[in-house]
């Protein structure tokens, strides 16, 4: 079972992102190492580009932006801070699950090469 947080300012997006996610079979949970991160930029006290930069002290998996910034120079700061992908809201969930279900894929197709599979 994937592990998937979800860091957003907006409980409507959570909500319906945990909807989503639990009825694909995908568990959001804190106490252990998520598999995959989707992110917010614009929160308060702390943006999601700054706290993608703590995260990747500490943790390697996938971190997918989910923004309301839409510019190419915002896109291009949160890869090179560590994001993998970016999505702009308003995002359909169809396309944001075939991003997740492919970012989850490499990352197994990588675990499995670097053990020698």
């Not at 909500?15 to 992110?39: C, H, N, R, T």
């Not at 291009?76 to 169809?94: A, E, H, R, W």
Request: glycine share 6%; proline share 3%; aromatic share 6%.
């Amino acid at each position: 079972m994937y592990k998937i947080l979800m860091i957003d300012d907006e409980r409507d997006i959570l909500e319906m992102l945990a909807l989503q996610f639990q009825s694909e079979g995908y568990l959001k949970q804190l106490s252990v190492l998520p598999d995959l991160i989707l992110l917010d930029i614009n929160m308060p006290e702390m943006n999601g580009l700054e706290l993608c930069t703590m995260i990747r002290e500490h943790v390697n998996c996938p971190i997918i932006f989910l923004t309301a910034r839409i510019s190419s120079r915002d896109m291009i700061n949160g890869l090179m801070l560590g994001g993998d992908d970016y999505i702009t809201k308003p995002f359909s969930m169809d396309e944001l699950f075939a991003r997740v279900q492919a970012h989850l894929r490499r990352e197994k197709r990588s675990s499995h090469k670097s053990r020698g599979h």
